[in-house]
């Protein structure tokens, strides 16, 4: 079958170079660019409800792989502030929604549509409310830029010729088929990871998102520098580390975006007394 | 015997939780006695020069090195070792042992994973889902919190993206 195929090719290959093209395969070839077209014009208009479907399906599948913390005080408390950071950046009106995973890993997940997730491990390393607000606006910026569904689109998406996005968009999830390629190109995002320069962007955007929602914008690079003292080969960091860019990266790229620009806001508030008494610190 | 061994482990454990708060600079940077640009200049922190980390103050890390303590732009310095941290994770990895062994309150990491096989054997979990949005906090539930603890809204624009040309020339 591969030889016949091989074979199929060769004659195709020889068709196009020798022969002169002919209007039955100029109209064919019109017609796989159209169809392109349509599929890649299908997958960059999802609706906002649609978004809020795929992250609500996204999310239910990090869920599946670590539930939530049993604590409601902790889990509303992560859902006001992130509501309010989340109040500072594009898309204020959205239906967000915050949790603590309980998972010893160090890592944080957002979702499209307004899902953010972020482990009990990475809560634990974080020292101040300003810190977590950091981190939380660094997945709101994912979710205001739409990186996931750039990645399920220009990686995943297309496996074998297949348009999970634009199949998503034409046909809905309620076809079994389609259901399944959308978490397997989710899964597939999580593994892999975002474009690094989205996670740069994130960065970037993240500690202005704070900066405006009154805190101090250091509070992201003060998390990074406290990975990057972690044990590289910590194996509760290796999800994050093949994610992301190295810390010291992301770092060197703050410090260059930064500069002195956002030194005035730097006195902004550390955190509310909630935080201390939620994460349980005192 | 086991005693030398004990106090050679409590020798590489101490040794680590200090090394935990080193790092080195990045490029030449001034050393202030306050944790403000015109703050009296303490001295000159060479590039790449080892500090040790001791308190932070905004942008502001309080640092202590063979050219003297006092306060560096926090972007200035990178924590871990300056070759990459790569020949002491053994060590490490031992520190994060004894500590979650001796402490209750000390965090193991890697100890309930949400790791790649996790993630790819995750079914979705819809009750849990659910469990989430009943979570959900409105816009004035965000600004009654934000009152409270004195938040300040800023203006502020998005920072440009620096040149794809290299480090900061600074």
Known sequence: MTSRAAIAGSILAFALASAPVSAQFRFDLNRIIDTA?????????????????????????????????????????????????????????????????????????????????????????????????????????????????????????????????????????????????????????????????????????????????????????????????????????????????????????????????????????????????????? | MKLRLFLLLFAFAAGIALAQDAGYAVRQTELKQEPYSDAATAGTLPERAQVKIVARQGGWLKIESASGAGWVRMLAIRTGATDGAGGDSGLKQLFNVARSGSSGTAVATGVRGLDKERIRNAQPNTAELARMEQFAASQADAERFASGAGLAVQTIDYLPAPDSAGPAAR
Not at chain 1, 196 to 216: F, H, P, T, W
């Open chain 1, 37 to 282: 077209k349509t599929l890649t014009q299908a997958s960059a208009e999802v609706s906002e409800s649609q978004e809020v479907d795929i992250g609500r399906q996204y999310a239910a599948v990090l869920l599946g792989a670590a539930p939530l913390v049993r604590d409601p005080e902790l889990q509303r408390y992560v859902n006001t502030l992130g509501r309010w950071v989340a109040l500072h950046a594009e898309r204020p009106a959205l239906a967000w929604h915050f949790g603590v995973l309980d998972s010893d890993n160090v890592n944080a997940f957002a979702t499209p549509g307004g899902f953010v997730l972020i482990t009990k491990g990475l809560l634990a390393r974080t020292r101040s409310e300003a810190e977590l607000a950091n981190v939380l606006a660094h997945e709101i910026a994912h979710v205001v830029k739409k990186h996931h569904l750039n990645a399920i689109r220009k990686g995943a998406g297309m496996q074998a010729g297949v348009n999970i996005l634009g199949d998503y968009v034409a046909q809905g999830s309620r076809n079994p088929e389609i259901a399944r390629r959308l978490v397997s190109g989710m899964k597939e995002v999580m593994l892999r990871g975002l474009d690094q320069d989205d996670e740069l962007e994130a960065d970037r955007m993240g500690v202005v998102i704070a900066a405006r929602s009154g805190y101090d914008p250091y509070g992201l690079p003060a998390v990074l520098q406290t990975l990057s003292a972690m044990n590289p080969q910590d194996s509760g960091l290796a999800l994050l580390f093949a994610t992301h860019p190295a810390p010291g990266a992301r770092l060197d790229a703050l410090d260059a975006a930064m500069d002195a620009r956002l030194e005035r806001h730097a006195g902004s508030a550390r955190g509310s007394a909630e935080f201390e008494r939620v994460t349980r610190r005192k």
